[in-house]
């Protein structure tokens, strides 16, 4: 007798961190069509009033509300999550997505682009997964998704240096959070993108590798919405190059920098 997939829970409101412009505004996009209500963030205030104005044209039976949110501010970001719960009703996912990708290679007098680099991608996302998980473990019940990146396999040379640092530091940090609430009803996915057409991805320039931004979110929106633990997202190529990644000599990785 063949035993049934458990369902996976249908998340109903879902917060989504740094969504004014590329995969964050996309996957609101993503999530908008699915008949879910969003709760979207950013600093720039204007591009996620035109982002929800769109949305709620598209798609008038969902409620999308925004809050303007530098996630630096890390009281704020417990404020604004709170808020979210309050304006929807409770919280089902958070998305932590906010991030930047300005670095410099170590040494080279730039201390201050890389540390920028660190506060935003590392303890503003300490931050974020805080706020959310006060949320759920209060009610019981969510999903947590953290954004890392498929640089964050290895310790990636030159620009890539402290993106790369960042990037495996939250992505510990949701196993972390995964081994505490194995037994709970709470979720953790850990998502490591590849290149995917996106402001943060520019500096990568022209590769046959990039993935749009509609199929590269499509990919992301699929693994979210199964709860996998990771996911290398789009699967082909990352997959077997995560795993290139984490095996090629050291000396292959600083000569392709």
């Avoid at 949305?55 to 969902?62: K, Q």
């Avoid at 919405?225 to 050291?250: D, N, Q, S, T, Y």
Wanted: charged share 20%.
């Amino acid at each position: 007798m063949s035993k049934e997939k458990p369902k996976m829970p249908r998340r109903a409101n879902i917060v989504i961190t740094g969504a004014s412009s590329g995969l964050g505004a996309q996957m609101a996009r993503e999530f908008a069509a699915r008949g879910r209500n969003l709760a979207l963030c950013a600093r720039r205030l204007d591009r996620l009033e035109q982002l929800r104005d769109e949305l709620l044209r598209s798609h008038p039976g969902i409620e999308v509300v925004i809050a303007q949110l530098d996630v630096n501010d890390h009281d704020q970001v417990f404020t604004t999550f709170r808020r979210f719960e309050r304006e929807l009703g409770g919280l089902d996912r958070v998305i932590v997505n906010a991030g930047m990708g300005k670095g410099e290679p170590i040494g080279t007098g730039r201390f201050e682009a890389n540390l920028r680099t660190a506060n935003t991608n590392f303890i503003a996302a300490l931050a974020q997964c805080e706020a959310a998980m006060e949320i759920f473990r209060a009610q019981n019940s969510g999903h947590l998704v953290v954004i890392s990146s498929i640089s964050a396999l290895r310790g990636m040379p030159g620009y890539l240096s402290i993106y790369s640092a960042t990037k495996a530091g939250v992505a510990t940090l949701a196993e972390a959070i995964r081994a505490d609430t194995l037994l709970s009803p709470i979720a953790v996915t850990t998502l490591y993108p590849g290149y995917i057409e996106s402001e943060l991805s520019a500096r990568v320039g022209a590769t046959p590798l990039m993935a749009s931004t509609a199929s590269g979110v499509r990919a992301m929106v699929k693994a979210i919405e199964h709860e996998k633990a990771e996911a290398k997202v789009p699967a082909w190529p990352w997959i077997p190059i995560g795993f290139a990644l984490r095996h090629l000599p050291l000396w292959i990785l600083a000569r392709s920098a």
